[in-house]
Nanobody, 127 residues
Framework: QVQLVESGGGLVQAGGSLRLSCAASGRTFNNYAMGWFRQVPGKEREFVTAISWSGSTTFYADSVKGRFTISRDNAKNTVYLQMISLKPEDTAVYYC????????????????????WGQGTQVTVSS
């Protein structure tokens, strides 16, 4: 059993920054990719970013490139999402997700490739 717990969400003005954390427990997550997704009410959950277990490979949605940075600390079983230059359209519930088997990196943008999900943390960006 794996538990993922996100934290760090909140209310911020446009142009501001936030850092989300996702702590994993229950089993090692060192060998697998992790990702961040976000969802706005009434819309499908969308891919934001993903990172390989080593941290050497990352992917970003075009909408967040240059503003968001994903990183991980395997010793702490934690993945981070640093968000800068936030925009009102970044407002959403942000979810972290974990894979527990190796999958092609080209598929990491798909929800179906992730096996465990956190409960989500709300990020609200005011204009």
């Amino acid at each position: 059993q794996v538990q993922l717990v996100e934290s760090g969400g909140g209310l911020v003005q446009a142009g501001g920054s936030l850092r989300l954390s996702c702590a994993a427990s229950g089993r090692t997550f060192n060998n697998y990719a992790m990702g961040w997704f976000r969802q706005v009410p009434g819309k499908e959950r969308e891919f934001v970013t993903a990172i390989s277990w080593s941290g050497s490979t990352t992917f970003y949605a075009d909408s967040v490139k240059g503003r968001f940075t994903i990183s991980r600390d395997n010793a702490k079983n934690t993945v981070y999402l640093q968000m800068i230059s936030l925009k009102p359209e970044d407002t959403a519930v942000y979810y972290c997700a974990l894979q527990v088997q190796a999958r092609r990196s080209g598929s990491w943008f798909r929800e179906s490739t992730y096996d465990y999900w956190g409960q989500g943390t709300q990020v609200t960006v005011s204009s």
